[in-house]
């Protein structure tokens, strides 16, 4: 007999018990596969992160994450879950380099998700890299696929803030041109940048007194100068 | 990002759960082939949205926290619950809309959306209010959807239509040409 | 026993031989991932790699789950091989996992394997089980195939990633978008109307010439 036993009335007893024993099998595979693969996700997770921030602050090799807590920009090992975080990003010899700083908002399409290099003592763009977006391909895909629209952040001033403007009409140190026929995405990016730079600019200390970077000796405690 | 109106229109028309997320197909191409029933589905499912969202957002802040692995199967417990839950309540309220949606509720279980809709959340961390918000502009716009290809269907019962087209294929070429319409609903929220 | 076996027939014939039923009802989610053979392909792969564990697990265990709560227990077995198969894609190819995004929990709505499960896997044999969990999962996997690569080609002018026609092939970008989905599978089942009506048209010529023979 191939059909599953039928023992009409089943008690609930054996009803319960089934249903336990197969969510307690497969609660244990789940928690199995989770622990095993948990390593190599958190290091993939670790090594995107670091290489979009190398990429927006050039010359930087090492980086930690800062928050702001109590009216100050503090390191921290691992923010909170909803805390706004920034990355402070250090050259070889250890020296401040500028911030790397997450920013998103709604594009053409749907969210666009970028991370842009900030160098605060000459206020400036250094470095923009589109980390999530659902642009239309082949138009608004262009904020990552048109390397001359990319490289166009590579020494964009955010004094008063920055403009997007029509291809080839730049002439100011704080306009970028804008991608031909993906106006809407190009703007949309800028206004990105530029919302997240309000938001940010009163919490950065001042120029100069950027948090050192923290040594991994846990005994380190001091974070700014 | 954050904005409120960004999140329910954008659920609603610029990316539609059905038309853009292919999302809820199944009573899409299924039921849509009376006006009536629905309407009713969507709104049906509209109102299990809104409960999953917020069953959804509490799990996640309080218990998936301590085993995210555990995420899929909650939701889907969450929603078959709350599926079972509406069938009784609509049972006992109004025994003769029951009868109306027949075997339409239970299929309100498998349909992709809601879980979609539970996941998407989660991706996005959104949070009480965004999570409820969201959940209409899904729901709604899933109901719209519904109902255009419902209204489009019926329209051509009475045309003469070749019998090698009739059926699932031209529902989903008159799906595909709604969607091309929806997708000018995209730059709605710029500010050009 | 030739009651089990015409049933046996009879379900197949919903689910096998009707590829306007299997189509729709396994594609779902699927068609969102259909944008390039690539994500076809990776899509493809973890709904076997879940349609087959599902279907041995239920058809070895379907004597002990007791009738009334074997869809729970199904949809539990299914989403613990989709938890899986999410955990370990994201370990080992992070980049098509996040091209295939929040679509691979979806796999748990797939009506196609609770379908399966429900339809043949908890009624038969584990050997027959696997076996037919391997033929849908192929037939899914070809399916999603033909599909994304015809989206892939006409909308990206590439296949797999390789670019096929060069630098002057203006690329029909709507079929990478939501609508070409649609229309792109509106088609396919278009042909396979087709070729139904032919191959119906063909055995009517078959009969009538026999009959008049005899």
């Known amino acids: 007999m191939n059909a599953p036993k039928d023992t009409g009335n089943s008690s609930s007893l054996r009803l319960v018990l089934t249903l336990a024993i197969a969510g307690l099998v497969s609660g244990i595979a789940i928690i199995g596969i989770y622990e095993t693969t948990l390593p190599t996700i958190t290091a993939n997770k670790a090594r995107e992160l670091r290489e979009a921030v190398f990429k927006v602050l050039p010359g930087v090799s090492q980086m930690q994450a800062l928050v702001y807590r109590d009216g100050e920009l503090v390191v921290v090992e691992a923010p909170d879950k909803d805390e706004p975080v920034i990355y402070g990003g250090y050259d070889e010899p250890g020296e401040f380099v500028g911030y790397a700083m997450p920013a998103a908002g709604p594009g053409f399409q749907d969210t666009i998700a970028i991370l842009y290099g900030y160098k605060p003592a000459e206020k400036i763009v250094v470095g923009m890299e589109v980390l999530e977006s659902r642009e239309t391909p082949g138009l608004g895909d262009k904020i990552y696929k048109d390397a001359v629209f990319v490289a166009g952040f590579s020494a964009l001033s955010v004094v008063p803030e920055i403009i997007a403007v029509k291809k080839g009409t730049k002439s100011q140190p704080n306009e970028i041109d804008a991608i031909t026929g993906a106006t809407i995405s190009s703007k949309a990016v800028v206004r990105i940048i530029n919302e997240a730079h309000a938001a940010w600019s009163a919490q950065l200390p001042p120029p100069g007194s950027e948090p050192q970077l923290r040594e991994t000796e846990p005994a380190s405690t001091e974070a700014e100068q | ?192 | 026993m030739k009651k089990n076996q015409s049933q046996e027939e009879f379900l197949k014939g919903i689910w096998r031989d009707n590829p306007v039923f299997v189509q729709v009802l396994g594609m779902c989610p699927m068609l969102a991932v259909t944008n390039s053979a690539i994500n076809a392909v990776a899509m493809g792969m973890a709904t076997f790699f879940v349609l087959v564990g599902s279907s041995f697990l239920v058809s070895t265990f379907r004597h002990v789950i007791p009738k009334q709560v074997r869809i729970s227990c199904f949809i539990i077995i299914i989403a613990t091989f989709v938890t899986i198969a999410d955990y370990t894609l994201l370990a080992l190819v992070p980049k098509v996992h996040k091209e295939l995004g929040a679509f691979i929990p979806l796999i748990v709505a797939n009506c196609l394997i609770l379908g399966r499960q429900e339809a043949f896997a908890s009624k038969h044999p584990t050997k027959l089980a696997v076996m037919d969990a391997v033929g849908m999962a192929s037939g899914f996997l070809l399916a999603l195939l033909s599909l994304g690569a015809v989206r892939e080609i006409l909308g990206d002018g590439a296949l797999f990633g390789v670019n096929l026609f060069g630098e002057n092939f203006e690329p029909w970008v709507i079929m990478i978008l939501p609508p070409g989905g649609f229309l792109t599978l509106g088609v396919i089942l278009l042909f396979f109307n087709w070729f139904k009506y032919k191959k119906d048209e063909f055995l009517e010529d078959v009969a009538a010439a026999e009959r008049s023979e005899s």
Not at chain 2, 32 to 41: G, K, Q, V, Y
Not at chain 2, 108 to 121: E, H, M, S, V, Y
């Open chain 2, 1 to 192: 990002m954050d904005n409120l109106l960004w999140i329910f229109i954008s659920a609603l028309l610029v990316n539609n759960f059905v038309l853009t997320y292919f999302l809820g197909l199944c009573p899409f191409l299924g039921v849509s082939n009376s006006l009536e029933t629905s309407a009713r589905l969507g709104l049906a499912t509209t109102f299990v949205m809104l409960v999953t969202a917020v069953c959804a957002w509490i799990l996640n802040t309080y218990v998936l926290i301590h085993a995210p692995y555990l995420r899929l199967i909650c939701f889907i417990v969450v929603i078959a619950s709350t599926v079972q839950f509406i069938e009784m309540l609509i049972k006992k309220l109004s025994p003769a809309l029951f009868r109306a949606m027949g075997i339409f509720l239970p299929l309100i279980t498998t349909n992709c959306a809601i879980l979609g809709l539970a996941i998407f959340a989660t991706n996005r961390g959104y949070g009480f209010w965004e999570g409820i918000v969201y959940a209409l502009g899904a729901g709604i716009g899933f109901t719209l959807a519904l109902v255009l290809l419902a209204g489009l269907r019926e329209e051509s019962e009475l045309s003469n239509i070749p019998q090698l087209i009739k059926g699932t294929a031209m529902n989903l070429i008159i799906a595909g040409i709604l969607s091309m319409a929806f997708m000018g609903f995209a730059g709605l929220f710029s500010s050009a």
